[in-house]
């Protein structure tokens, strides 16, 4: 099977290029702390299957790729709410303001907008689908989601994102911190039904998935098929 081809490319901060961290497969991605889990836990005395048994839950963090912040960043927020911004290249943090939000759950947070150089393209009929990085609660910034049409709009993609701080702290994001997951998708049409289920083969996939002796891995085993990001 031939890759399809994603390009990554800088139009403005080319002479920042070699300093410029560069985006990379999200598989590249995975956090200290899932892969410090243990795979079992004590639980009511005996013990318990953790989430770093559940594939589904690893591929969604290995999905796609990971665009970093391209330079040393710091965030401040003063006591009285007000909010400051540093960048160690050009002006890459702004701001929303609350009037672009009115009635949204989040329209009380602060928005700041990181600025992205790297130009995306897709092959024609994807799009690319932007996301804060999956099962990632941890950072302290919470991008929006977006889904662009990569494959005809050549045009940087910035990220707006909800900035998790308290009054009076500041928040310092060095240059590399991942900032943002980004996913291609292919466009397609899709008609939803309701229809009856297919109770047969349902039967016999529960039958099977019970009587598996290592019925934990019977998805991984059966049904899971590898994707590749390079």
């Not at 912040?69 to 401040?76: G, K, R």
Request: glycine share 4%.
């Amino acid at each position: 099977m031939t890759p399809q081809r994603i390009e990554f490319s800088l139009v403005r901060g080319r002479e920042q290029e070699s300093n410029f961290p560069r985006p990379y497969p999200a598989n590249k991605e995975i956090p200290d702390w899932f892969k410090s889990m243990p795979a079992e836990n004590e639980a009511d005395g005996g013990s318990v299957r953790t989430i770093k048994n559940c594939l589904p839950f690893l591929e969604a963090m290995a999905c796609g790729y990971v665009i970093p912040v391209v330079a040393d960043i710091t965030l401040s927020l003063d006591h009285a709410g007000e909010f400051r911004g540093q960048s160690s290249y050009a002006s890459i943090v702004q701001m929303h303001l609350p009037n672009q939000v009115p009635g949204a759950p989040f329209a009380n947070r602060l928005i700041v907008k990181i600025l992205n150089p790297w130009l995306i393209r897709t092959p024609p009929g994807y799009s690319t689908l932007f996301l804060p990085l999956l099962n990632r609660f941890e950072l302290p910034l919470f991008p929006l989601a977006g889904l662009v049409e990569t494959d005809i709009f050549y045009r940087e993609v910035n990220f707006p994102a909800i900035l998790r701080m308290a009054p009076g702290t500041s928040l310092a994001l060095p240059r590399g911190t991942p900032l943002v997951q980004v996913i291609p998708i292919k466009r397609d049409e899709f008609q939803s039904e309701f229809v009856p289920p297919d109770i047969e083969k349902f039967n016999a996939m529960d039958l099977a998935t019970r009587e598996s002796p290592e019925n934990y891995n019977f998805y991984k085993n059966n049904f899971w098929r590898k994707k590749s990001y390079r």
